[in-house]
């Protein structure tokens, strides 16, 4: 069974920057696709970014490109959220996911093709 803890939430001014970690406890992120989801009240959750940890590959949702990217911390073993230039639209619940399949990173902006999520970590931009 594999945990999955978020860090790095926290109440930042507009224009600034915060970096959420995603770290696994129970087995390291090889194979894994790993994924950045969020959710503002009264909201669906909605993708924000992905990571293949095997294949390298990455991919951002077109509301955060240019000001989010992911990343691995190989020694941590964790997936790394920057965020930089936050706006108030940012305000959410930030949720981190975990998954095995192989097809998944096919699937990697739907919620329901992950296996594992995190409790989730509260990021508030004021205006």
């Known amino acids: 069974q594999v945990q999955l803890v978020e860090s790095g939430g926290g109440l930042v001014q507009a224009g600034g920057s915060l970096r959420l970690s995603c770290a696994a406890s129970g087995r390291t992120f090889y194979s894994h696709t790993v994924g950045w989801f969020r959710q503002a009240p009264g909201k669906e959750r909605e993708f924000v970014a992905a990571?293949?940890?095997?294949?390298?590959?990455?991919d951002v949702a077109d509301s955060v490109e240019g000001r989010f990217t992911i990343s691995r911390d190989n020694a941590k073993n964790t997936v790394i959220l920057q965020m930089n230039k936050l706006e108030p639209e940012d305000t959410a619940v930030y949720f981190c996911?975990?998954?095995?399949?192989?097809?998944?990173?096919?699937?990697?902006?739907?919620?329901?093709?992950?296996?594992?999520w995190g409790q989730g970590t509260q990021v508030t931009v004021s205006s």
């Open positions: 990571y293949n940890w095997n294949g390298l590959n990455s």
């Open positions: 996911a975990a998954g095995v399949s192989i097809y998944l990173w096919t699937f990697r902006r739907e919620m329901s093709k992950y296996d594992y």
